[in-house]
């Protein structure tokens, strides 16, 4: 079972930055290891379904939602078993709960998590 926590949520301003942070830890899949893992970064607006922000293959291949182009970068650091999740020019609908997920399926730019392996989410608030 992995564990993942996530960190650096808060209020802020339009115009203003964030970075995420998810510690994973754990048993991963067939015994790999952190770095042989994808991640994937969702969010979840109030009254709205969880959506994929982000997502970042082993390989580190990236895959972005249309809506945050340009303005997130998905990142790790797999000496610390972290993903990162750094947001600029935040405005106020990026405003929602954040998640991140270890050890989905990454395919053809496209990611799948699995049942398993979420955080307890961090929110997200920009104000106008």
């Known amino acids: 079972q992995v564990y993942v926590v996530e960190s650096g949520g808060g209020l802020v301003q339009a115009g203003g930055s964030l970075r995420l942070s998810c510690v994973a830890s754990g048993t991963f899949f067939s015994g790999t290891t952190f770095s042989g893992n994808a991640i994937g970064w969702y969010r979840q607006p109030p009254g709205k379904q969880r959506e994929l922000v982000a997502a970042?293959?082993?390989?580190?291949?990236?895959n972005y939602a249309d809506s945050v182009v340009g303005r997130f970068t998905i990142s790790r650091d797999n000496a610390k078993n972290t993903g990162y999740l750094q947001m600029n020019s935040l405005k106020p609908e990026d405003t929602a709960v954040y998640y991140c997920?270890?050890?989905?399926?990454?395919?053809?730019?496209?990611?799948?998590?699995?049942?398993?392996?979420w955080g307890q989410g961090t929110q997200v608030t920009v104000s106008s």
């Open positions: 970042l293959s082993a390989s580190d291949t990236t």
């Open positions: 997920h270890v050890g989905g399926l990454f395919y053809k730019e496209a990611y799948y998590p699995s049942t398993g392996n």
